[in-house]
């Protein structure tokens, strides 16, 4: 029998996947920490959480890869074709999917404009796919130049509208520029996770125009089912075709669909409509509160379900937080967001709680200093 070796991992493991740390997902820097007595404010989730029926009769057979409930369901919510929708395991799944198909490892690259969101950098990277960057100008607009100066470069550009964590959405004649450059060498990945929020920016209606576009979509966050792990990636009928052939045949569970045709129905849009016009409302609150602090400068815009700012105590705070029990997000590492962190809006009473500790934190601040 051959001799174990110490060191066989790092001999097997991939050279790409060596230095890779993992996404720090809102999930893992708070793991196990999760209870009811918690406020979490970290993940741009909804905090309602509404309730569904199952049906068990199917669940000894696989399930359909692409289950037609869903896909028609989606497909009709956002006025596309059912053969221009693919359904995945979250956005995320998209995201790997499109860079699995499009991209060879060890040779091509995609684009993405930081401040943004990691998944697509560590989606790259775990593929051993290049990254080339164009950032945001200071106001978060597209540096559109920069962008155009990656033609042949890059088989994807990823941009995020309305933008995780800067909460801005792309100018539309901005984006059309881009994707009019791109037309014969790249696929532009618009991410409209948060479009629920801001609907008039949708690409959705101008699909059929542009054969180089894709749009990922999410039940994850107006819908209130990150739990479900359920999203969508809307395009022309031949890349959805060219996706089909990486996606994993039974990427659906049976529970998953039943719930996302649930959340699809006119009743389960009767509830996103209203769930979305309570956090629009929640957030317009959360924003002049905490405008009016001294120390906090609201950082972007708010066409999504999540407000970022900027303090120069942006450490003390976030630790008076999380002592708290309320778990909100740093965000300071990202390009251009020095000391700023980024709140999602949740239900009133913990938006109030939010508030009323961020008051107590700038209170003790001040009476410290004056002491
Ligand atoms: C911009 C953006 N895209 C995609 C995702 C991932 O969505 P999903 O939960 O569907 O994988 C997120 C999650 O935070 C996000 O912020």
């Not at 029926?53 to 006025?79: K, L, W």
């Not at 984006?175 to 929020?197: G, K, N, P, Q, T």
């Not at 379900?305 to 120069?312: A, C, D, E, G």
């Not at 980024?342 to 109030?352: D, F, S, Y």
């Amino acid at each position: 029998m051959a001799k174990p070796v110490n060191n066989l991992i790092d001999l097997l493991l991939n050279d790409n996947i060596k230095a890779l740390k993992p996404y720090e997902s809102a999930r893992r820097l708070f793991s196990g920490a999760g209870n009811k007595q918690q406020v979490w404010l970290n993940a741009n989730e909804s905090p309602f959480a509404n309730d569904f029926t199952i049906d068990a009769e199917r669940f000894n057979r696989y399930p359909d890869c692409q289950p037609p409930a869903v896909i028609d369901a989606y497909a009709a919510y956002a006025g596309i074709q059912p053969d221009q929708l693919l359904v995945s395991r979250g956005a995320d799944e998209g995201i790997e999917l499109l860079i699995r198909a499009f991209c060879t490892p060890g040779k091509d690259s995609v684009l993405i404009c930081p401040p943004t969101y990691g998944m697509y950098a560590i989606s790259a990277e775990t593929c051993d796919v290049g990254i080339e960057r164009a950032a945001l100008n200071d106001d978060f607009s597209l540096n559109v130049d920069a962008i155009k100066a990656f033609k042949g470069k890059v088989n994807l550009v990823f941009i995020c509208s309305p933008n995780n964590p800067t909460g801005t959405s792309v100018d539309k004649n901005q984006l059309l520029e881009v994707i009019e450059h791109f037309a014969d060498s790249a696929i532009v990945v618009i991410d409209e996770a948060y479009i629920e929020f801001d609907k008039d920016s949708s690409w959705a209606a101008e699909l059929t125009h542009y054969p180089n576009i894709a749009i990922l979509r999410t039940l994850s966050k107006a819908f209130a089912l990150a739990g479900l792990r359920c999203g969508f990636t809307l395009a022309q009928a031949p890349v959805i075709q060219a996706l089909m052939k990486v996606i994993a045949p039974y990427p659906i569970p049976e529970p998953v669909a039943q719930i996302a045709a649930q959340a699809l129905s006119s009743k389960g849009l009767v509830t996103l409509e209203q769930q979305v016009a309570v956090i629009n409302q929640e957030k317009a609150l959360l924003k002049s509160a905490l405008a009016k602090f001294a120390d906090v400068e609201l950082v972007g815009d708010d066409k999504a379900n999540f407000i970022l700012f900027r303090t120069p105590q942006k450490s003390a705070l976030m630790n008076h937080l999380v002592a708290s029990g309320i778990l909100i997000r740093d965000q300071s590492k990202q390009v251009n967001l020095d000391n700023c962190l980024r709140i999602t809006v949740g239900n009133p009473e913990q938006n109030k709680q939010l508030l009323s500790e961020i008051s107590r934190f700038f209170t003790l601040q001040t009476s410290t200093q004056e002491a």
